[in-house]
C-alpha cells in the first residue's frame, strides 16, 4: 500500500482518477487528507468537514476479478467493511447502511462513500473509492441535514491512524482474493457480503416515508437486485425497483 498526505486538497478521488486517466498504475495507492476544499457525496452533494477532525481519503483497487454487472458487489464490500471497522467503537446494533453507501448511526450520517469504477469490457478494471468518517469533530454547519461524528456519539477522542489502517488493509483484503480464472471470479467471501448488508440495511422490512414519482409514499424495503437497485413494497403489494436518482428518504 502507498499512501500520499496532505494537508489540503481538493477532492481525493479526483487525484487518483487523473492518475489513472494519464495511464498510472494506481492499484493500492492511497491518497489521505486532513482538508477537501471540493470534498463530494453522491450526485451534487459535498462533504463538509472540519480540518484534521476526521477520515478522507480515497483508495484505489484493483477489481478485475469482477464482471462489470456485478459491480454492486464492490459497494456492499465497501459499506460491510465500514460496518465492520466502526462496530469496534460504536454498538453495531445502531450500525446502518442506508442505501446504497451512507453509513449512519441510528438515524444520522457519520460516513459517506463515493465509488468510481473503471470498466473494461464484461469486467471492472480500476475503482477508486473514497471515504468520509466523521470521528473527532464536534459540531457541524446547521444547514447539513443529520450529521454526526463518533465524538459526538461517545465524547472520546479517537485516534485517526489506527481507524484508517484498519479500513485500507481490509479493503485491500479483499480485492486481493484468489480468483479461479480471469472469466470466473470465485464468490465465497461474496454471500457473506450481501447477508451482512442486508442485515445492517437501514429501514429494512420497515414501513417509511419516500418521495417517489413525485408522490409521498408509505412503503417497505424489501430487498435489492442484482444491480443494486432497490426494491420497495408498497401498501398495495405492488412492488417497485428503483434507482438511485427515482427515490428519496424522508
Known sequence: MKVTRFKNIDSTNKYLQ???????DIVDNVVVTDFQSSGKGQGKNVWES??????????????????????FVLTQMVSVTM???????????????????DIYFNDKK??????????????MGTSIIGIGLNVNQESFDENLPNPISMKMIT???????????SICSRLISFSQQPTANSQQPTTNNQQPIANSYTK??????????YQHEGCLKEMMI?????????????KNDREVVCDLKEISFV
Not at 50 to 69: Q, T, V
Not at 110 to 123: P, S, V, Y
Request: proline share 2%; aromatic share 12%; charged share 25%.
Open 18 to 24: 487523473n492518475l489513472l486517466e494519464e495511464g498510472a
Open 50 to 71: 472540519e480540518a484534521g477532525k476526521n477520515l478522507l481519503f480515497s483508495i484505489a483497487l484493483d477489481m478485475s476479478f469482477l464482471r462489470a454487472e456485478n459491480q
Open 83 to 101: 460496518i465492520n471497522v466502526m462496530k469496534n467503537y460504536l454498538p453495531e446494533e445502531s450500525l446502518f447502511i442506508k442505501w446504497p453507501n
Open 110 to 123: 457519520i460516513a459517506g462513500i463515493l465509488i468510481k469504477n473503471e470498466i473494461k469490457g464484461m469486467m
Open 155 to 165: 465524547g472520546k477522542d479517537y485516534d485517526l491512524e489506527e481507524i484508517f489502517l
Open 200 to 209: 445492517h440495511l437501514y429501514r429494512f422490512q420497515q414501513w417509511a416515508l
Open 222 to 234: 424489501v430487498g435489492y437486485d442484482q444491480f443494486g437497485r432497490l426494491v420497495l413494497k408498497e
